[in-house]
C-alpha cells in the first residue's frame, strides 16, 4: 500500500460525520443551476474525497494526499483504472480551480453527471484533451 496511507484505529465516528458532510454538499449543488459550474465541480470534487475518506476510516487508514485517496480506491477496493483516470482528471480540474482561478465551463458539472462516452465529447464530436494524469 501507499506509503502516505497510515493504519488508525477504525473510526466510524468520523466516517459519520464525512457522510453528513456529504449530504449538505449534495443538497447545495441540487439548488445550484450550470451557471455555477465552478462551485459545482468543486463540491462534487469533495464529495468524492469526503466519501473515500469516510472509506478509508472505516477500514482504519487515513492520508492527506488527493492521490493517495485514489490509490486507496484502485489498490483496496479495485476500482477500474478508467474510473481512477476520471477521478483523477477532476482531481486536477479543482486543483486548477483553486490555485489558478481556472473556471469550469457551463454545462460541465451536468456532464459530468452522466459520464458517458458521449456527455463528454466536444461540439464536433471529438474527445476533449486530457490532461495529463498522474496514472
Not at 76 to 104: K, M, V, W
Not at 112 to 131: L, Y
Request: net charge positive; with cysteine; aromatic share 6%.
Amino acid at each position: 500500500m501507499d506509503e502516505e496511507i497510515v493504519s488508525i484505529t477504525p473510526d466510524k465516528g468520523l466516517a459519520r460525520a464525512l457522510l453528513k458532510s456529504v449530504a449538505l454538499r449534495e443538497a447545495a449543488i441540487g439548488r445550484l443551476d450550470d451557471s455555477f459550474s465552478t462551485l459545482i465541480v468543486e463540491a462534487k470534487y469533495e464529495i468524492i474525497k469526503e466519501l473515500v475518506t469516510a472509506l478509508m476510516a472505516l477500514g482504519g487508514y487515513k492520508t492527506r494526499s488527493h492521490l493517495s485517496l485514489l490509490r486507496y480506491l484502485a489498490e483496496s477496493h479495485g476500482f477500474p483504472t478508467n474510473e481512477i483516470e476520471f477521478l483523477d482528471l477532476l482531481r486536477q480540474l479543482c486543483h486548477d480551480i483553486g490555485y489558478r482561478g481556472y473556471p469550469a465551463r457551463p454545462g460541465l458539472s451536468s456532464k459530468e453527471r452522466g459520464r458517458n462516452r458521449a456527455d463528454n465529447r466536444n461540439d464536433r464530436g471529438a474527445r476533449p484533451r486530457r490532461a495529463r494524469s498522474q496514472w
